[in-house]
């Protein structure tokens, strides 16, 4: 239908190449919407007549239960849309409905309406899950791990503050994608192929009537800018990256070497040959689909920089990345709350592999600061003790006050001073202790349950809100055109 410069219809070798028909099933009901409102403002600004308006808008209506043909010959979905309309319509009706508008104009509306719904969706299952870790968190207050740099063992801590710890990770990433729904819910629609056009429409109106916050004001951006594309999949490669590094760790945690953790049947696999293999493959596929989004991002910004301004047809190529990043993400996150609802943690072996390590090594150091002593010379101290611990195969809570003696030669410090601070700090008195702000200490663990708690109330009010103010547009867009078409 678009090839009336040209003298042939393309073959079909080449109509499979240029076509996007496959992808374009995540946005036809983005298109349809759109068209309703074009065709509505057309006719409000007297650019259609009423008889032409309710032809194409009943046309639209009924295309919204339609299984569209792939097969159709049909370049995009659009164009299929638009043969459907004037199939039905009527050339003399149908014919306008495309007025005042360009393929350019109408891809990128459909594009930005499909990823400001994906966002919101993100971001209730961001505070889904960020509620799930605060959840279990709520739970393990008093469960106590070793935490770890390098991967070794470092300090004594509780598994609520590890959780905690990806629950603020994870709201960063709510907040960078709530933050880039401003800057992808505004409306490109009536900008043209590139340049606007000489027909009287109201660029306002539809971006009203579709629930957009404002315009994309400048035609050249309106229809050939995806940096909106880009910072979308770049905040979900982000987000996807950190749930990579949460899955790493439940993967090593529940290997038979540590054994902190058991997951859940439902989220495992078998070995085809083993049978006492428990694989958990979930949590190796969110590291394998990050990968898979990295590259979606990779693919789109190598698309983009490769093009001078104006619409370049390069730019079909990255919608079935958009739609791959959305689709993974989600589920992604699905999945992850509900292995952290289903998690069996073992607390016992937990704390044992804590209490078998020196990890109160710094806080003997950091007792002896408040002794008067200088922290390196404590630390030189602590180390020695640690030492000792090592070559004689015992904790350090087991030294003799003779071993203890020779950590402390040539520092003047009593070594029963020493020797008292030791055998009074364990594990548990460490975390008593901690009491900075944001610490693993076992009074801050409440405060920080309390506070991310509020945190995602309030978060979900405000996306409700949001998703409100769309829905409502929306609706009230359908009244319009019910109102024509009945």
């Known amino acids: 239908m678009y090839r009336s410069r040209l003298g042939t219809d393309l073959s079909d070798i080449t109509l499979d190449y240029v076509s996007s028909i496959n992808d374009d099933s995540e946005i036809a009901l983005y298109d349809i919407l759109g068209s309703q409102a074009h065709a509505l403002m057309l006719f409000q600004k007297n650019i259609i007549t009423k008889n032409d308006v309710k032809k194409i808008l009943s046309a639209l209506e009924n295309l919204k239960n339609v299984k569209f043909d792939t097969s159709s010959g049909a370049e995009d979905i659009h164009e299929l849309i638009e043969t459907l309309v004037i199939k039905k319509a009527g050339m003399a009706s149908g014919g306008k409905m495309h007025t005042a508008r360009s393929r350019n104009d109408q891809v990128v509306l459909d594009i930005r309406m499909k990823i400001r719904d994906d966002v919101n969706i993100v971001c209730n299952c961001l505070l889904d899950t960020i509620e799930a870790l605060v959840s279990v968190a709520k739970n393990h207050q008093k469960t106590i791990m070793p935490l770890y740099t390098h991967l070794q063992q470092a300090q004594a801590g509780l598994f609520s503050h590890y959780l ?246 040539g520092t003047k410090i009593d070594p029963k001073i020493v020797s008292n601070i030791i055998s009074s700090t364990t594990v548990v008195s460490s975390l008593k202790d901690r009491t900075s702000f944001g610490s693993s200490g076992y009074e801050e663990q409440k405060r920080m349950i309390s506070d991310r708690i509020q945190k995602i109330n309030q978060y979900r009010i405000d996306v409700s809100k949001r998703e409100n103010r769309i829905s409502s547009s929306i609706d009230e867009l359908t009244k319009q055109i019910n109102a024509i078409i009945k």
Do not use: C
Not at 206 to 226: C, H, Q, Y
């Open 164 to 409: 905690l710890a990806h629950a603020d990770v994870l709201t960063r990433d709510f907040e960078r994608l709530y933050g880039t729904f401003e800057r992808i819910n505004q409306s490109p629609l009536g900008a043209g192929p590139v340049g606007g056009t000489s027909i009287p429409i109201d660029r306002h109106s539809t971006a009203k009537m579709l629930g957009f916050d404002g315009l994309v004001e400048n035609s050249i951006d309106a229809t050939s800018t995806r940096d909106f594309v880009a910072e979308y999949v770049a905040m979900i490669s982000i987000m996807m990256t950190n749930l990579s590094k949460i899955s790493e760790d439940f993967v090593i945690w529940s290997t038979s070497e540590f054994s902190f953790i058991e997951l859940s049947d439902e989220f495992t696999s078998p070995s085809s040959v083993m049978p006492q293999k428990k694989n958990p493959d979930i949590l190796e596929l969110t590291r394998g689909k990050t990968a898979e989004i990295i590259g979606n991002l990779t693919a789109i910004l190598t698309t983009v920089k490769g093009l001078a301004s104006g619409y370049g047809r390069d730019l079909q190529q990255i919608k079935s990345s958009i739609w791959s990043t959305s689709k993974i993400s989600i589920s992604a996150l699905l999945i992850l709350k509900s292995i952290l609802l289903t998690l069996k943690v073992n607390e016992k072996q937990m704390k044992k592999v804590t209490q078998s390590s020196n990890l109160i090594a710094l806080d003997i150091a950091e007792k002896l600061v408040q002794e008067g002593i200088p922290f390196r010379v404590t630390h030189k101290i602590s180390g020695s003790l640690v030492q000792s611990s090592y070559i004689s195969k015992k904790p350090i809570s087991k030294l003799t006050l003779s071993e203890i003696r020779k950590s402390v030669e």
